[in-house]
């Protein structure tokens, strides 16, 4: 466990943990159609799932949550997740449990409520995280979406990333099993 999210400071937004006051929204979130189709998460999505899934952001269990807000005390626009199992260079990071690939993070978990679409937020606060994780010690970041999320497929590739694979989802929710899924990786020092 590492704790919640550090908060980030984007030009125009912020990135803070999510708290249960994000609850209601997290549930509007995840079952915005968009959503439904692109995110990988359990559907229907409830607001048990919604506290749970705050409670695991509050404890960093996997890695950091991410609340988009235009300020602190602003409500949600969207989020991020960056997953991980250790930090890098933390005390634990000689746990016989090893990253795959070395010192390596996903990212996913990217979305953006409606209302905030289309201006450059996602690719922004993506950009923020993936800067963070590099500057903290990953050595490479990870993708996985689905094939027909032309969204966040344009996202990553302006973030640098290089699509290498398409395969069947990884995905433990029966919505998103057996479709087609892209992955992608990028280095230290990719980051466009």
């Given at each position: ?8 400071a984007g030009d125009t937004f912020v990135l803070t943990p999510l708290t249960p006051a994000d609850i209601p929204d997290l549930v509007k979130a995840c079952t915005e159609t968009e959503a439904v189709s692109s995110l990988n998460v359990p559907q229907p999505y409830t607001r048990a799932d919604a506290e749970a899934h705050v409670r695991s ?136």
């Open positions: 466990m590492h704790g919640p999210a550090p908060r980030l952001a509050q404890t960093g269990a996997g890695g950091y949550f991410w609340a988009i807000r235009e300020s602190d005390a602003a409500p949600l626009m969207g989020m991020v997740k960056l997953g991980f199992v250790v930090l890098p260079g933390s005390p634990t990071a000689s746990a016989p449990t090893p990253l795959p690939g070395g010192e390596s993070a996903d990212i996913g978990g990217i979305y953006l409520l409606p209302a905030y679409r289309g201006r450059g937020v996602a690719t922004r606060a993506t950009r923020l995280v993936a800067q963070w994780a590099f500057e903290r010690g990953f050595e490479s970041l990870h993708w996985e979406c689905l094939a027909s999320n032309t969204s966040s497929i344009a996202v990553a590739q302006r973030l640098g990333f290089t699509f290498y694979r398409e395969g069947i989802s990884s995905s433990q929710y029966a919505h998103h099993q057996n479709k087609a899924a892209r992955w992608a990786r990028m280095a230290r020092g990719e980051l466009q």
